[in-house]
């Protein structure tokens, strides 16, 4: 076997990329896709040996570089539980070595990229040349492909997740999502328009709307033009809108049209409007967590089970302090915060009987524990009041995708939220009012030096050591104002985030806080 690894490698020559290694970041390998064969290649091993390590277990490839223009590419690998791969690499040089049995299996997708294509030969190359047994499932959405690891691993256990197949998928998700409107509801405000980034969240949304009357829900796709690949997240999709905050490229809404965009691999979703007077609002990932965690934790009160089943929330330091506010305050909600990444919002999730987590990029979903499914099997409901509620709730457990953030799946629960409260995006906007606040991007010399403080998940910076007392006498001088820096685990850059009451003094301070970085 090794002969015929060293043989294929030679086929997949490094890429000269002058002094920069490759780094496995905060969502795998993403670079210029004509850099990337020896990349997937070597994933392609990699792969194939945690498949090994894991008892044989499928372990998923996904080759997408989401969000990022179409010349780019990338790939990650899935954990067989449909999670992001676990972050411990040295095992699987030790394992390279000792592997025998058991055989392995890794499956994988690709979004719409052309690049995709020759990407996945090298894929193949190493797993033909490890004797890995494959499965292509052609192009997919990033949570599919995770859908499809856990329902594979799962398979004639019993906590079976689903078909093994895409098909499959959208008859879990259009099956529950049914479930959900056993009680009559009155459809409410007009279509949903979803913005796909000329992506493959337009083919794949159109397949699940097959599953879907039209009657019980209704979308409208716009910028599915995934033959041309140029357009891809451009001038469009959620991360172009959530950066912009501006609607995207053929938004053509009225006001109070209920309109979201997809990112370019669909584990992104944020929702938008414009008011009266064409003013743009924005109801990004923060949004989309408050509203779910009101509306299950609800229904967990409504279903009798109020004292078994606690909701917690996870959100990141990019969060809205009004949205913290609102979930502590209003809802009576823990938050717990983790860095930047989904890996670390979802272990985090994962840990609370229901756990909900969102990034304010709109990467969220909503993970219910082994304990409350149980809860939610076992609870003999008193009343017809906390049947309804208890069969919403075994629908949503069903519905939401347990793998990871997953925009076709969060843009059910948002509808059937809505459709349930009987609210527009007017009612959804007004549970808070944002803080203003600023993202800014700068480059530096060496975004290593920058080093935020272990546990405070990103909010205070260790290294250099002279910024954060400087910047604490600057965020002083503002009322509820918060500031923080921390260096992008994707760009080459420092990233720098403000909000205070009024968005001139977030501008006054970002300004000021700048200067001690650069
Ligand atoms: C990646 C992460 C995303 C995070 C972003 C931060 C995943 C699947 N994606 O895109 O969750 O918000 O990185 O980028 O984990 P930054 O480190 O450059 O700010
Ligand atoms: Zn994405």
């Not at 539980?81 to 676990?86: A, K, L, R, T, V």
């Not at 093994?164 to 056993?182: C, P, Q, R």
């Not at 008193?382 to 969060?410: F, H, K």
């Not at 918060?482 to 970002?510: K, N, P, Q, W």
Request: hydrophobic share 40%; net charge negative; glycine share 8%.
């Amino acid at each position: 076997e090794f002969g015929a690894v060293l043989e294929a490698c030679k086929q997949y020559p490094r890429a000269d990329t002058g002094k920069k290694d490759f780094g496995y970041g905060t969502a795998g390998f993403r670079m210029r896709a004509d850099l990337l064969p020896s990349v997937i290649f070597a994933v392609g091993l990699l792969a194939s040996i945690r498949s090994r390590k894991c008892k044989g277990s499928a372990i998923g490839v996904m080759i997408t570089a989401s969000h990022n223009p179409a010349e780019d590419n990338g790939v990650k690998i899935v954990d067989p539980e449909g999670e992001m791969m676990s972050e411990e690499w040295e095992w699987f040089a030790t394992w390279l070595a000792n592997a025998r049995d058991p055989e392995g299996l890794v499956i994988f997708a690709r979004d719409t990229r052309p690049s995709g294509e020759a990407l996945v030969e090298a894929l193949k190359a190493a797993l033909v040349a490890t004797g890995t047994e494959y499965i292509d499932y052609g192009i997919a959405t990033t949570p599919q492909l995770h859908y499809l690891v856990r329902a594979t691993n799962t398979l004639g256990s019993d906590r079976e997740y689903g078909e093994v197949s895409i098909e499959g998928y959208y008859k879990k998700l259009s099956a529950a999502f049914m479930n959900t409107m056993h009680i009559e509801y009155a459809n409410q405000a007009g279509p949903v328009y979803v913005d796909c980034a000329n992506g493959v969240g337009a083919p794949q949304l159109k397949e699940l709307l097959k599953y879907l009357p039209e009657d019980k829900f209704k979308a409208i796709i716009v910028n599915d033009k995934i033959d041309q690949p140029d357009r891809l997240n451009k001038r469009c999709g959620a991360d172009w809108v959530k950066t912009q905050q501006r609607a995207p490229e053929n938004f053509n809404g009225k006001d109070w049209d209920r309109w979201t965009s997809l990112d370019g691999d669909a584990d992104r979703i944020v929702y938008y409007f414009c008011e009266e007077g064409s003013i743009f609002r924005l109801l990004d990932g923060d949004r989309i967590a408050t509203l779910a965690a009101d509306y299950i934790g609800e229904l967990v009160h409504k279903s009798g089970l109020g004292e078994q089943i606690k909701l917690g929330v996870v959100q990141t330091a990019y969060a809205n302090g009004a949205s913290t506010k609102y979930i502590e305050k209003t809802l009576k909600l823990k938050v717990e915060f983790t860095p930047t990444g989904v890996k670390h919002l979802h272990h985090a999730a994962a840990r609370q009987d229901i756990g909900v987590y969102f990034e304010a990029n709109g990467h969220g979903t909503v993970l219910f524990s082994e304990r409350a499914l149980k809860a939610l099997r076992k609870h003999q409901p008193q009343s017809t009041a906390q049947l309804n509620a208890l069969t919403t709730l075994r629908a949503l457990s069903e519905m939401i995708n347990q793998t990871v953030g997953d925009a076709l799946s969060d843009l059910l629960l948002v509808e059937v939220i809505l459709s349930h409260k009987q609210w527009t995006v007017k009612e959804w906007l007004s549970t808070y009012a944002d803080l203003p606040n600023k993202l800014m991007k700068v480059n530096v010399m060496d975004r290593n030096k920058f080093i935020t403080v272990p546990g405070s998940a990103e909010r205070r910076l260790e290294r250099p050591p002279a910024i954060q007392p400087r910047m604490d006498e600057i965020i002083a001088k503002y009322q509820d104002a918060r500031c923080f820096v921390r260096a992008s685990g994707t760009e080459d850059a420092v990233r720098i985030y403000g909000e205070a009451t009024h968005a001139m003094e977030v501008e006054e301070m970002l300004a000021q806080v700048q200067e001690y970085v650069i």
